[in-house]
């Protein structure tokens, strides 16, 4: 079976300092990971995906996210935090089959201050 | 082009009525996915479609739920004998089946049972 865990229900930054949102997996087979942002009264939007390529992958908006074996790790990260970068965040995880369903973290809350 | 939209967007239903929620996936995309997020908890699979073939519906917690796709576009999603724990957000996925491992979401429909 396949799962996420999302260290941290709620990130707090200021405005301009870097964002750390973290992700660790499990999986028995090379996993495809995802980082989905949602914003309120929104649906999932995707921000960026590993799929076995390269390692560090390069999202929307900024965000960034490494795909680490030996951690089973993929955080997200961004150098400089953004006021519309308040959102949730959702780790995902799925097989590798061309329509595998996707299994969520329990979310991660960006809160950025001034 | 058109997103996925889903209908209604939010849904108010007593206890024991029968609710019927409609997605509307992207033009030509083959696979369908349902999810239920409970308040603040990531989304949960339900089902999943292929066309219209339903190949798995193994995330369906009761025999109250039931999806269609009969004619492998929109999707239904029906709770029969609504009861307070299926208070949630409803939300539709669809994606390509060839080459790509994106999901699309819609912005959910929010089903609220008194």
């Known amino acids: 079976a396949q799962s996420v865990t999302q260290l941290g229900s709620h990130v707090s930054v200021s405005e301009g300092a870097l964002v750390l949102l973290r992700c660790n997996y499990s999986?028995?087979?090379?996993?495809?990971l995802f980082w989905y942002v949602q914003y309120p009264n929104q649906g999932l939007q995707l921000l960026l995906k590993?799929?076995?390529?390269?390692?560090l992958v390069k999202g929307i908006n900024g965000f960034e996210a490494e795909f680490k074996k030996s951690e089973t790790s993929f955080h997200l990260t961004k150098p400089s935090a953004h006021m519309s970068d308040a959102a949730e965040y959702f780790c995902?995880?799925?097989?590798?089959?061309?329509?595998?369903?996707?299994?969520f973290g329990t979310g991660t809350r960006l809160q950025v201050t001034l | 082009g058109a997103g996925v939209s889903q209908s209604p967007r939010y849904k108010v239903a007593k206890r024991g009525q029968d609710v019927a929620l409609r997605c509307d996936p992207i033009?030509?995309?083959?696979?369908l996915f349902w999810y239920q997020q409970a308040l603040g908890q990531g989304p949960e699979f339900l089902t999943y479609?292929?066309?219209?073939?339903?190949?798995?519906k193994s995330g369906l917690p009761s025999d109250r739920f039931f999806a269609e796709r009969p004619e492998g576009s929109v999707s239904t999603l029906k709770i029969q004998r609504t009861q307070q724990e299926d208070s949630a957000v409803y939300l539709c996925?669809?994606?390509?089946?060839?080459?790509?491992?994106?999901?699309?979401f819609g912005p959910g429909t929010r089903l609220t049972v008194t």
């Open positions: 996925a669809s994606s390509l089946v060839s080459g790509s491992y994106e999901q699309y």
């Open positions: 999986s028995s087979v090379p996993p495809y």
């Open positions: 590993y799929t076995s390529a390269a390692t």
């Open positions: 995902a995880v799925s097989g590798t089959g061309t329509a595998s369903k996707l299994t």
């Open positions: 033009s030509g995309h083959v696979s």
């Open positions: 479609f292929q066309n219209e073939a339903q190949l798995d």
